[in-house]
């Protein structure tokens, strides 16, 4: 069992639907992540929040939403996808900050988008 | 973008073998972290080398790091079934060290 939680673990959805995806921890840790990776691909960091605020942005269009509403939850907001962005979506959680803290992942949320 | 290369790609080995697994990497690192990835399943932490260590030990895992030729390798020893999973390379290079990049994975398969 992993201790990042990450709901759904399907989804599937149109280009012109709005969803979102939910991760929740409690180890008590103040730094989140999400990743995007693609099949037989590594993980590519999307976003990493530091203690609830927005710390790196990767250049992630616009259309992918991050949100920390507090320490142990972590959303991503999806509007108006486009196909190529069907992949494994991965949320992660460390503590922060400073160098060297491992990080903990959830075991993601599949996205399909037709 | 991807900081590390790794190989082999893929590995085939039998029950209690070793399998050996190299990464390289472009720049200056603050440490370096191995990940293994199931099937269908996120990512486990393994094993973390800061870049002022050389080897470090965990279990049936031996990491190796070299700086000057900018390389790590993952050891399994007397691999198992369980091992087949796809390993990943990670480096950190961040001033706050949030941010992994990771490499392009290695495919290992134990046979029974």
């Known amino acids: 069992d992993t201790e990042v939680t990450q709901t759904p673990k399907h989804l599937v959805m149109g280009m012109t639907n709005k969803k979102s995806l939910k991760c929740e921890q409690h180890?008590?840790?103040?730094?989140m992540y999400w990743y995007k990776q693609k099949a037989k691909k590594p993980p590519e960091l999307m976003f990493v929040?530091?203690?609830?605020?927005?710390?790196i942005n990767e250049s992630v269009p616009s259309r992918f939403s991050p949100e920390c509403p507090n320490s142990s939850l972590l959303n991503l907001h999806l509007h108006a996808l486009q196909p190529e962005d069907s992949a494994l979506y991965l949320c992660?959680?460390?503590?922060?900050?400073?160098?060297?803290?491992?990080?903990?992942f959830g075991d993601g949320t599949r996205l399909s988008i037709l | 973008s991807q900081q590390g290369e790794e190989d082999p790609q893929a590995l085939s080995i039998q029950e209690g073998e070793n399998a050996t697994m190299n990464c390289s990497y472009k720049?200056?690192?603050?440490?370096l972290q191995w990940y293994r990835q199931n099937s269908g399943r996120g990512l486990v932490h393994l094993i973390l080398?800061?870049?002022?260590?050389r080897e470090k030990h965990s279990g049936r895992l031996r990491v190796t790091l070299d700086t000057s030729k900018k390389s790590s390798s993952l050891l399994i020893t007397a691999s198992r079934a369980a091992d087949t999973a796809s390993y990943f390379c990670?480096?950190?290079?961040?001033?706050?060290?949030?941010?992994?990049?990771f490499g392009a994975g290695t495919i290992l398969r134990v046979k029974s």
């Open positions: 929040y530091s203690y609830e605020k927005l710390s």
């Open positions: 990670a480096t950190d290079t961040s001033l706050y060290g949030n941010k992994l990049v």
């Open positions: 720049t200056s690192i603050n440490n």
């Open positions: 180890m008590g840790h103040r730094a």
């Open positions: 992660a959680s460390s503590h922060p900050p400073g160098v060297g803290q491992p990080q903990h």
């Open positions: 080398i800061r870049s002022n260590e």
